[in-house]
């Protein structure tokens, strides 16, 4: 138990960028392949990878990213 919500964020690496949902559009047609990212489900609690194009804040270049931000 923490006195305090920050506390409690601070020592469980909460990073509220982790939380947003994952991005669900699709990548708009390209001539090259788009590359590969990572986000962090919430549902899961892991970091996985995906093709993400929208501007999202939930994602991540890498998985070694995505575990140390979440």
Partial sequence: VFPTKLEC???CKYHPLCYQPR???GCAPQSKK???TWY?????EQCEEDIICANVRN???TKRECRKAC
Avoid: M, S
Avoid at 40 to 44: A, E
């Fill in 40 to 44: 962090f489900n919430r549902d899961t």
């Fill in 9 to 11: 964020q601070a020592a």
């Fill in 23 to 25: 991005a669900v559009t």
């Fill in 59 to 61: 994602k991540f270049a």
């Fill in 34 to 36: 788009p590359k590969p």
